[in-house]
């Protein structure tokens, strides 16, 4: 709300009965005052609809037939008391015509209090529809949002799988480094035992050659005496 330096400090002039006083305001005291006489307007017109939802309510129920009925009949029974029924008749259309036109103004009240509500539930509806709409469209995007993941998840899936094809293949190579070890290390107590039978063979026949050779030495010692003898 924009306000003009004029309206700074107003003089207002309230009239009390047949007194006249001067009030100074200020823009927000009148921001305030207009708030609370729009508020008490509210109420009053609410008083009225409701006072006017419980006219129409009463008059349409069993009971207020009754009531006329009886009203009719009392008024009617006058003119056996002695009045004249002109005056009975123009008293009861009086009385006729003016509920009927205070009923109508009743029943035009509840109209449009019904209106009212109904303009409110319809934009109500409306801000329904556009957050269904905004709901229908964040699940939509949650859909392609999980469509996403459910993709990723097959890759990532896939790419398990390939890992684990390879684990599979990597265990199978070393199943076979190991049983190549295992024949490496056999061949290797193959040999080892190969090279003691060896090393004994030849400790052996370093023994025989040694036998072999004092024995020779014995001979020759034996024919070189012989020979000495026949010399002699």
Do not use: W
């Amino acid at each position: 709300m924009v306000y003009n330096k004029e309206c700074i400090n107003p003089l207002i002039r309230l009239r009390l009965g047949h007194c006249e006083h001067e009030y100074m305001f200020t823009c927000s005291s009148l921001v305030v005052i207009n708030h609370m006489l729009r508020e008490l307007k509210k109420r009053q017109a609410d008083i009225i609809e409701r006072f006017a939802i419980k006219a129409t309510h009463s008059i349409g129920s069993t009971n207020s037939i009754l009531v006329h009925t009886a009203l009719f009949m009392m008024s009617f029974m006058l003119y056996f008391i002695g009045f004249d029924l002109s005056n009975i008749l123009l008293v009861v259309t009086t009385i006729v015509s003016l509920e009927a036109i205070y009923l109508s103004i009743f029943i035009q009240m509840s109209v449009n209090r019904q209106a009212r509500k109904l303009h409110a539930v319809s934009r109500d509806i409306e801000e329904i529809q556009e957050n269904v709409e905004e709901i229908q469209e964040d699940v939509e995007e949650i859909q392609e949002d999980v469509g996403e993941i459910e993709k990723d998840v097959d890759e990532i899936q896939k790419d398990v799988d390939e890992i684990q094809e390879d684990v599979e293949e990597i265990q199978e190579d070393v199943g076979e480094i190991e049983k190549d070890m295992d024949e490496m290390s056999e061949d290797m107590e193959e040999q080892t035992e190969e090279e003691t039978n060896d090393d004994k063979m030849l400790t052996q026949i370093e023994k025989t050659l040694g036998l072999l050779i004092t024995e020779i030495a014995d001979l020759k010692k034996q024919h070189a005496e012989l020979v000495n003898k026949k010399k002699k």
